[in-house]
Structures are given as C-alpha cells and as structure tokens.
Nanobody, 124 residues
Framework: QVQLVESGGGLVQAGDSLRLSCAAS????????MGWFRQAPGKEREFVAA????????YADSVKGRFTISRDNANTNTVYLQMNSLKPEDTAVYSC?????????????????WGQGTQVTVSS
C-alpha cells in the first residue's frame, strides 16, 4: 500500500506561483509513475501532469509551459507540482496519484493510489 499526502495549496492571486508537494509513505515510489489531477466544483476530475518512473513527463495543454512536475532528488518519495502564472481557472482541489511502474505512465484516471487533495484558489 502507498499513502499519499498533498500539501502546499492555498489562496493566491492571478499570476502568482505555488508549489504543491506529494509525500508518499508505505513503499518507495521510485518505480511508480506519478500524476497530478485536479477537480473544480461541479466539474469532473481532470489530468494535470504526470511523470513516468523513468523521468518522462506529460502535461495537459491548459498547463503546459506553466506547470512542472518533478521528483525530489534527495527524497525520491516526494513529488512536486510547481505552478507558475496561476489563473483563476486553475482553482481546484489538486490530488496526486501513484501508478505501478509495470503499467507505464498514463494521463487517464487509471492510478492505483490517490491522495486526499489540497485546495488551490486563485483570485483575479
């Protein structure tokens, strides 16, 4: 079992930056594919970014060039989502997810473990 805990959310203004963290426990996630998803009120959960265990990265078109997913080199059980140039439409609950490396990375919801999420609110 893998437990995931997100942190770093908050209330910011448009144009600001935030860095979300996803701390994993229970197992090392160095061979897991990791993803970030978000869900705004009244909307379905949507893919934001993913990082394959080998280092490949994938982004939703809406965040490409603004968001970066990375893994902590010193602590490989922590994954980050650096969010720059935030927009009001980025407001959502952001959740991280882990998917076995045997399956390969994906932008779909097909992940094995999910965190509870952290709220990000961007005011205009």
């Amino acid at each position: 079992q893998v437990q995931l805990v997100e942190s770093g959310g908050g209330l910011v203004q448009a144009g600001d930056s935030l860095r979300l963290s996803c701390a994993a426990s229970g197992r090392t996630i160095s061979l897991y594919n990791m993803g970030w998803f978000r869900q705004a009120p009244g909307k379905e959960r949507e893919f934001v970014a993913a990082r394959g265990w080998s280092g490949s990265t994938y982004y939703a078109d809406s965040v490409k060039g603004r968001f970066t997913i990375s893994r902590d080199n010193a602590n490989t059980n922590t994954v980050y989502l650096q969010m720059n140039s935030l927009k009001p439409e980025d407001t959502a609950v952001y959740s991280c997810a882990a998917r076995s490396g045997l399956k390969g990375p994906t932008t779909s919801n097909d992940y094995d473990y999910w965190g509870q999420g952290t709220q990000v609110t961007v005011s205009s």
